[in-house]
């Protein structure tokens, strides 16, 4: 099955960064971009998903998932 992730096996996960290209180092620029002007995690986070134009959560999992701080 395509795109699902088994946990039992690590080579079959999907490496996230690889398959996004340079949109999560992309987004995690911006966002500690955001964090050096003062804006705190949430306000961060939210101005990142509004700059490149996807949902909140999305980049919320990848600041806790990838360790932004």
């Known amino acids: 099955m ?3 992730r088994r946990l039992d096996n690590p080579e079959t996960t999907r ?3 690889h398959d996004s ?3 999560i180092e992309r987004a ?3 966002y500690l971009d955001k964090r050096a ?10 101005a990142t998903a509004d700059k490149l134009n996807c949902g909140y ?12 701080e």
């Open 28 to 30: 995690k620029q911006i």
């Open 37 to 46: 002007e003062g804006l705190k995690r949430h306000k961060a986070i939210q």
């Open 21 to 23: 290209g340079n949109f």
């Open 2 to 4: 395509k795109g699902t």
């Open 15 to 17: 490496d996230i960064k």
């Open 57 to 68: 959560m999305r980049i919320y999992n990848w600041q806790v998932r990838f360790q932004w």
